[in-house]
């Protein structure tokens, strides 16, 4: 077991724990790099996890650390594929100006969300959300002129400073490089004041606020932020599937997303990424174990029918709440200790508290 | 003015399916705190196993209600024993997600059983209509209308006047307190879920003749929402009036606003009762001391 000693401030707020973990993370890093030459094939999936991880870095930002649950950032995620589109293709401003626009507009859309938010807790909060989120859908398919209507809109490769990235692997080190400028960005954020001030909101509004928290403040700001990053994965994930049409941007893909923030590990940075790789590669995983089932009493047929994969996921949700609330994260977490505590590791140590029900509706 | 009584009657009606879901929302919300989001799902498979019997197995229509309700209801209890349970306590988050989670299963089960075609559920008030004046009223909706002022009016007596029903109240005031005065919370609870549920699979039976059954039927359960919520999400006569709310909104929209705001006109008045009164028209609100 390995103990830190911290002897100055500017290790508490370092980026890293210490120089072992640092490592690892430039050894990841290296990984990452060399990863399209040792599977060129799946290059395209794996930049589909990288902008699965800045959707659920936005949800893990909103839902993890601030406490506000939103069932509607499908449509944030949509608002700034669209708008980016718009930006490129019809009014032919640069990428880059093109995606900070949508990164703007999308932060402006989720003040908008936020303001009235405010107010509301709990559930309120999500019905709130997914309600906007089904406005919003519908003015997808309505506004024909930006969006294209229910006919869809194509999508071209990005061109950054006259530099195509039609190629996968140009594209892959494009969502990397984003992916990791975010993390980075939110690590930061989260170790500072602001940060601090979401966490104390998630855990308690009342003793927040009398610590000096501006509620209102950073409620606000962290739909903003939450919302901004969504509209930067939404840009990226515009040029990824290439067209663009309302109904991808249903309730079904906000529940998705929150099953990558639920799966992955509430509250932590890493459950982000864990959930986008589980949700990339679970229906990979499902398609694979379907062709494998033995034609055995019609087994097979059985699990080829296409409604069994909305309940999978539904399974799988319901299993990761009941069992391991705090996700692939938590898992780990515990694998760890299990070893650097090896043979004093007590179960106890994450045993949930009995509880009973403990009244909401008093704020 | 013949245009605009035919617009309110069919609009009480699909109001009245809207309130009676929101209904199971805050019959359980009050009881547990938990937000079911997988009421609507429940109305799905209510209206799915009253197909069943009615078509597949040749059963009369109203023993097909009975058998529908009362198994959906045994579901519910069970699905409170088995799983719900154990979330209590635990933050709402999990809840939504939990719930959430186990509507999708419900569905995944509905489109293998059942298949995910479109079916017409057959019933003594199919195509049937009388002439009111002007106003025609046809006989499914005027069942639905009178199905729900009947079991609210059930529902109303027994919370009440029963020993049951005010022991319902108790554990949903004050669950600790419920404990110590020796009411079984937990036996209470899973009742809850039963009458839920079962209110639940009557709207789905009541809906089916008019919207046809598929497994989608269950994304009615968002209007719902906005229906509940308007109603403040605790209170009974609130999620009525509110789900009636929404249902002449939402006719009134289609009929004279452009196309395209009668799906969405439910979440516009949502969201703009939700800005001026966060907790909804009848909702109450506190304040926790600390």
């Given amino acids: ?363 | 003015m013949d245009t605009i009584l035919q617009l309110v009657l069919n609009g009480l009606a699909v109001g009245c399916i809207y309130g009676l879901v929101a209904l199971g929302f805050v019959l359980i919300y009050k009881a547990t705190e938990l937000v079911n989001f997988a009421q609507g799902d429940l109305l799905m498979l209510g209206a799915f196993t009253c197909y069943m019997f009615v078509v597949w197995y040749g059963v009369g229509y109203w023993a097909a209600l009975a058998l529908a309700v009362a198994i959906v209801a045994l579901f519910g209890a069970a699905l409170d024993a088995a799983i719900l349970r154990r979330v209590i306590g635990q933050p709402q988050f999990a809840v939504v997600m939990l719930t959430i989670g186990l509507g999708a299963i419900f569905r995944s089960f509905a489109s293998i059983t059942w298949g995910s075609e479109i079916y017409t559920l057959p019933t003594p008030f199919s195509a049937r209509a009388t002439r009111l004046g002007g106003v025609t009223v046809s006989h499914e909706y005027l069942s639905i209308i009178v199905g729900t002022v009947l079991l609210c009016a059930a529902l109303y007596a027994f919370f009440t006047y029963t020993k049951v029903g005010v022991a319902m109240q108790a554990a949903s005031q004050n669950q600790l307190a419920a404990y110590y005065m020796g009411i079984p919370v937990k036996r209470m609870f899973s009742l809850i879920w039963a009458i839920s549920a079962a209110v639940a699979a009557i709207a789905g039976v009541l809906l089916a003749p008019v919207s046809l059954i598929d497994i989608n039927l269950g994304f009615i359960g968002l209007k719902a929402f906005a229906a509940a919520v308007l109603g403040g999400f605790g209170s009974i006569p609130g999620a009525l009036v509110g789900g009636v709310t929404i249902g002449l909104i939402e006719l009134f929209a289609g009929a004279y606003l452009p196309h395209g705001f009668k799906d969405v006109a439910a979440y516009v008045v949502l969201l703009l009762v939700l800005a001026v009164r966060p907790q909804g028209i009848f909702g109450a609100a506190g304040r926790k001391k600390v």
């Fill in chain 1, 1 to 363: 077991m390995r103990f830190l000693f911290k002897t100055s401030y500017a290790q508490e707020l370092g980026l890293f724990r210490d120089n072992v973990q640092r490592n690892w993370y430039v050894a990841l890093f290296a990984a990452l790099l060399v990863l399209p030459r040792v599977v060129p094939d799946y290059v395209g999936d794996i930049s589909l996890v990288f902008i699965y991880g800045l959707c659920g870095l936005s949800l893990m930002v909103l839902a993890g650390y601030t406490g506000l649950v939103s069932l509607g950032h499908a449509a944030f995620l949509g608002v700034g594929a669209y708008a980016h589109v718009y930006f490129v293709h019809d009014l032919g401003l640069p990428w880059i100006v093109s995606a900070a626009l949508a990164c703007v507009l999308t932060a402006a859309a989720g003040v908008l969300v936020g303001l009235p938010a405010l107010r509301m807790t709990g559930v309120y909060l999500t019905i709130a959300t997914l309600a906007f989120a089904l406005i919003i859908q519908e003015v997808f398919s309505r506004w024909d002129r930006v969006t294209g209507g229910l006919k869809g809109k194509p999508v071209d490769k990005p061109v950054l400073f006259g530099v195509s990235f039609a190629h996968d692997v140009a594209f892959y080190f494009l969502c990397l490089a984003f992916l990791i400028g975010a993390l980075w960005l939110t690590a930061n954020l989260l170790k500072a004041p602001t940060g601090r001030a979401w966490v104390a909101i998630r855990d308690s509004e009342i003793a927040a606020q009398s610590m000096g928290v501006n509620l209102a403040l950073y409620k606000t700001m962290a739909f903003a932020y939450s919302a901004a990053l969504m509209g930067l994965a939404g840009a990226l994930f515009a040029h990824k599937i290439g067209f663009l049409a309302p109904d991808i941007f249903s309730v079904l893909l906000s529940i998705q997303l929150l099953l990558m923030v639920v799966v992955g590990g509430l509250g932590s940075l890493h459950g982000a990424v864990y959930g986008a790789v589980f949700v990339a590669i679970l229906p990979v995983l499902i398609s694979q174990a379907r062709d494998s089932v033995p034609a055995w009493q019609g087994l097979d047929r059985f699990v080829k029918q296409p409604g069994l994969e909305p309940g999978l996921f539904g399974l799988i949700l319901v299993l990761f709440i009941l069992f391991e609330p705090l996700g692939i994260y938590g898992r780990w977490l515990k694998i760890k200790i299990y070893f650097s505590l090896f043979p004093l590791y007590k179960r106890a140590t994450f045993r949930r508290q009995k509880t009973y029900m403990r009244s909401e509706r008093l704020r």
